[in-house]
Structures are given as C-alpha cells and as structure tokens.
C-alpha cells in the first residue's frame, strides 16, 4: 500500500456546520504526521506497520489521556512505524459524515482509520463502548470481529477495563492487560513479521501468532460454556497452543521510558490544561474497591531526579505553566517532600505552579501542601475519606480516623486554606443509612473547626459523592451493587439534612450523581459475553457518550437489555445486585492480574468482618511485610521505590 489519502479535502467544506470545529483539524504542538510507508525510506526498510490509536471520548477529553499520549510518542519513535490518533466525533459531526460518505479519520494526517493495521482502544472506563461501536461503523470495519476480513485492522483494547473485556468480545479482535509501553512494540513486531512474509494464513494467523505469546487476549480462541443455572461453567481455549490464562504486562523501571517527553499541546480547551508526570505506578494501600490499586501492583516509582527532568522537558516543550504529579497517591511517594521543594525552588518566578490530585490524609502534611501552593494560587485541597463513618472506613480499608481528618483540615484551614474538597462514596457493601449520613457530621464539624481555627466564617467545605461500582479483580468483585433507588433515596435524606441545617449548610457545598449510571458501569464491568447485544442494541436506539449526563439513557439501557437477556435466564440485577460466592466462575478468571484469588476472598471475608466491628487492619507493604496478594512472584516483578537520596539541583542559567 503506497499511499492513503487524506479525507481533509472533504472534511473542512463542512467543518463551519459542526459545533467547536477546531477539534478535528489536528496539527497540535509535538504531534507527528509521517509518511504513510515511512519504513521504505528508513534504515531497516521493510513493511511498514500502522496504528490508530484512540481514546474513546470527545477530543477534549481524549487528548490530555496520558496512555494514549506515550503510545503515541513510544510508537512514532520507531522508524518503521505510523502511529496517528483519532477521538470520538459529537453527534452532529456523526450526521455530517454519514450524509457525506466521510470515513472514521484520525486528527494527525486525516486518514481513514480503516486503512490501518491496528486500531487501538483505550478504556479508562466501560461507558465509552458505545463510542467504539460508531467509530468501527463510521471507519466501514465491521462490528462483529467474525465479520472481519484481512482488509481490516486488528481492533485492539486496552485500559482498566479490559481487564474484562468480555462484555465487548463480539466487538474487538484482541485485548491487552496492563502497561502497553513495551507490549505495543512486541505486537508491532509480530504483524510487521507476518506482513514481510506476505500475510499467511491470513486474519487468523496473525490473530493466532499475537494469542500464543500468552501476552494478548484473543477472545475467538475460547469458548464459553454456561450452567443449568445460567452462570458460567467454563472458560477454555478452543485450539492447541492458546494458553489457559492470559497475563497483564508490568513495566519495570519507570525512569527508563520518561514519556512522554513531547506533550500534546490542545488546539481547542481541554479537561486538563496541565503537563502531567506519573511520579509512580501501582499502589499497595490496599482500598478494598480500588481496581486501579488493585491491577497496577507492585508500587514503581520514578525518581527524583527523572521527575525533575521530565518537568524541565515538559515545560520547555509545551508552554504549560500548571505541573500536576500524577499517581494513585501522590503524597506516598518516598521522596515527595524534597520533589516539591525542588520543584517550588526552580519555579519560583516562572509562573509554573505544581498540583497534587487527591491527597491521603494520613499522608498529607502543611510543609507539602505550602511547597505545592508557593508558586500558584491557593486552591482548594482535596481529600478522600471515601466512607462517612469509621465503620464503612474499616469495611474498605481506609483506615483513616475521624481525628486524623479533623486534625488535618483544622492545619490547612489555620494556615490560609478556605476551601477542602472531601470525596465519599455511597453504596458500598454492608453500608446502612447511618454510615452515608455520618457524611453530614463530618462536613459539619470540619466547617466549625476551620472557623475556630481561622477565626473567619468564609470557609467552604464541598461534598463530592460517587456511587460505588464493584469491580473485577479487588476483593469487591464478589458484592452485590446497591439498587439506584436505595442510593437516590440515601443521598436525598443526606442532601436534605445539610440543607436544612441553618448554621452549616450555606458552607457545604453537595455534589452527587444519581444511582443509574452506576448501575449500568456494574452490569458493563461484571458482564459476561452475553452483554455484548445490549451494547449494540443500545447503540444502534442512538447510544452515545454514555459517560455524559446529557447524552445517558438509562431507560434506554434497560429497554435494550431487556430484549437481549430475553431466554438467556439472566437479568440486569443477575450482573450487578447480585452477592456472588466463592465457586462461581468468574467472566475473567482466565484473565491474569496477579492477585491470588484466595488472598482476594479472604479479604473480602476481613471486609465483612469489619462490618460486624472486627479491628482488622491490611497495611501496605512497601513499608511491612508482603502479605501475599501473589502479584510478585506470580508476575516476577518487585516493588521499586526510593529514596535514592538525591535532591534538585537548581536549573542552570543558558
């Protein structure tokens, strides 16, 4: 293939007649257009392989994600390689290109998505399934993988969610769990392997070789089986070679891909207006309904001095005059203190500010949050109790004491702080209508104790609350989810009672969602393949960007899976308010995180334990003894972290 031509020609005619036009030109700051048959003119010569790689959400969410940003990077560094981006069209640019036979196109050279060889999906998040389904349609592959061709690229998933990809296994070729630094070059390498030796065996072939690496999940080479009593009997490979279980990738040594070291800088505004580095990969705190912590294992951190260099790059590269630290728990990183007065001293009159994302409180300390704050305005700080009562706290182990939260916000408020974010979820396992409104108390005493303490009365505390969705491969993947109508009803009595209190409540700010989009994430993330025909039912009544109020039908879900699930003797409350038990077979038991499945029961049995009011404590093993979760020696990895004992030097004047 020598050559694809760019659909921009009949693109920009009609880019006046969509709303914020400017998200499909392309061209940004350190993005990459190369020759489509860059490998030719390269030193290794040989095919080219190409890749589309997209996060399945409008442009101004997709652009800041940093996994699709370093496989961009990590990918284009190849001489042998195309790697272009495409994002989710809003539904009048949809309209547009039906009307106009305008393909799925990708943002950097404005060729069809189509034409690739890989078409890469990264989900953060299950609602963005939909978004999928109208980018494999409008780029002309078929939706179902059977119906695929060897004109068709490989459509490959990857993200948090495909650690159950099964709920869209009708819909993508293959699956990839984990980090894809690394993995991204090795499949690159297998489909250049098979096109240099002209394609043989086809689809298939080329489905088959990437499936036997034990790397990538194909879901065509299992077969799955159910029982009289609808669940399911068994997960197993249907042609010799395919492994039983397929294993997440771990990236060992952060410091030795500082990516990305070319950030995209937006055309149009985006969610995150920032230069973000990951500071560390993985967390140990052990948060019973944390997938993210759960999946990502063990701990891995950059260093001080690789952090300090990625900074200095990103801002000379980008312009950004924000730095966020980003990790699961920033503040738990070894060397963070000396990272922010590092940072905070070279920065000091350049108008580069430094954040944090959520601090834990038992790990956020004044001198931190003063270093973070030296350079920019002081916003709010922001802190995740997550459980309105101690008991709920110890249920998930977040074994943060009512005094220690106090305690904290009391310090921040007498040091010229006005405003604490606090954020809880509702809905969690053996939660009662007192642990949601113990929020309420919480709330309450923090505002008196920050007007004690300050001696004002404009101090602000906001209350942002999240339904809790079970999750596959935590200790929670065995709970049955909370009906919406409990959670509506619970939140309601909490709104009410903060709005009703005269002394308090004008300080409070309240955020929440309604229970039922929550229901829907529980029925997409613990779904089997019987899932996969209420996606495309619901995307084919108009489903789109589901992850966004004003776009989400939850009548529409269940009008959809009411008619998919018909005869199957399983329902939407089957998936998601149903407890599971210990023999049951998982949807992605043949899926491999690490996690040893006896460690993560008995620790669903410790959370109900701690229900009835056992003192029962996980802690975090960068700093105790392993408590063989089986991460380590089953993915042969270590935790990597500090202190190296090494500070930032000032940046020298040129």
């Not at 966020?324 to 007065?341: K, P």
């Not at 023999?583 to 009835?612: F, I, R």
Request: aromatic share 10%; hydrophobic share 35%; with cysteine.
């Amino acid at each position: 293939m020598s050559t694809v031509e760019s659909v921009f020609p009949l693109l920009e005619a009609k880019l006046a007649s969509v709303s914020k036009p400017i998200q499909y030109v392309g061209g940004e700051l350190n993005s990459v257009v190369k020759d489509w048959d860059c490998a030719a003119s390269s030193e290794t010569g040989g095919e080219t392989v190409r890749w589309a790689l997209m996060y399945p959400d409008a442009y101004e969410v997709g652009l800041p994600n940093q996994g699709v940003q370093i496989l961009y990077e990590v990918l284009n560094e190849r001489d042998w390689i195309v790697a272009e981006r495409t994002y989710s069209v809003w539904p009048d640019m949809e309209q547009v290109m039906r009307d106009n036979d305008i393909p799925q196109f990708t943002v950097d050279s404005h060729r069809p998505v189509g034409a690739f060889d890989v078409f890469g999906l990264s989900f953060s998040t299950e609602l963005g399934y939909t978004n999928m389904l109208t980018a494999l349609d409008l780029a002309g592959i078929p939706l179902h993988a059977e119906d695929r061709t060897d004109d068709h690229p490989v459509v490959l998933a990857g993200g948090h969610a495909a650690f159950n990809p099964e709920p869209v296994a009708d819909f993508i070729d293959a699956a990839v769990l984990g980090d894809g630094e690394e993995v991204v070059l090795k499949i690159s390498e297998v489909v250049r392997e098979w096109k240099t030796e002209g394609r043989p065996g086809g689809r298939d072939e080329l489905l088959r070789r990437l499936a036997v690496s034990g790397g990538v999940y194909v879901p065509r080479f299992y077969d799955v089986t159910y029982g009289a009593d609808a669940s399911i009997e068994a997960v197993v490979p249907n042609r010799p070679g395919i492994p039983f279980r397929v294993r997440k990738h771990t990236l060992m040594d952060l410091d030795a891909w500082p990516y990305p070291a070319n950030p995209l800088v937006p055309l149009a505004e985006t969610v995150h207006e920032r230069f973000s580095v990951e500071i560390f990969r993985g967390c140990t705190r052990g948060c019973r309904f944390c997938q993210a912590g759960m999946i990502t294992r063990p701990v891995r951190e950059r260093s001080i001095e690789t952090i300090g260099a990625m900074v200095e790059n990103g801002i000379r590269k980008s312009g950004f005059e924000e730095v966020g630290l980003l990790s699961l728990s920033s503040a738990d990183h070894t060397e963070i203190g000396d990272i922010a007065s590092g940072l905070a001293d070279r920065y000091e009159d350049q108008n580069v500010s430094l954040s944090l994302p959520s601090t834990r409180v038992d790990a956020f300390n004044i001198t931190l949050a003063n270093e973070f704050s030296r350079n920019g305005r002081r916003s709010g700080l922001t802190f995740a109790p997550e459980g309105g009562s101690e008991r709920m706290r110890k249920v998930i182990n977040k074994m943060v004491t009512e005094e220690d939260l106090i305690r904290t916000v009391s310090t921040a408020y007498s040091h010229g702080w006005r405003q604490v974010k606090l954020y809880f979820m509702c809905g969690l396992p053996y939660e009662e209508d007192e642990d949601v409104l113990a929020i309420a108390d919480l709330a309450k005493k923090v505002i008196a104790k920050g007007r004690e303490v300050s001696g004002r009365n404009d101090i602000r505390c906001t209350v942002s609350i999240g339904g809790f969705v079970p999750k596959p491969h935590t200790p929670f993947q065995w709970a049955a989810q909370l009906d919406h109508e409990t959670t509506d009803e619970r939140l309601k009595k909490l709104r009410d009672i903060v709005r009703d209190d005269k002394k308090y409540g004008r300080a409070i700010g309240f955020r929440y969602h309604d229970g039922k989009p929550g229901i829907v994430e529980g029925l997409l993330s613990r779904g089997d393949r019987r899932v996969g025909r209420i996606i495309e039912n619901v995307w084919r009544d108009g489903g789109r960007f589901d992850g966004w109020s004003e776009h989400f039908s939850f009548d529409r879900w269940m009008t959809a899976a009411e008619a998919a699930l018909e005869g199957t003797g399983v329902d939407v409350d089957w998936f998601t308010t149903r407890e599971r038990d210990y023999d049951e077979v998982m949807p992605w038991d043949h899926l491999d995180s690490g996690l040893d499945k006896d460690w993560l029961w008995g620790d669903w049995e410790d959370a109900q334990a701690a229900a009835d009011g056992a003192d029962i404590e996980i802690e975090d093993c960068r700093w105790t003894p392993c408590y063989d979760c089986g991460v380590c020696p089953e993915m042969n990895t270590e935790i990597q972290i500090g202190p190296t004992g090494q500070k930032l030097l000032p940046l020298s004047v040129i």
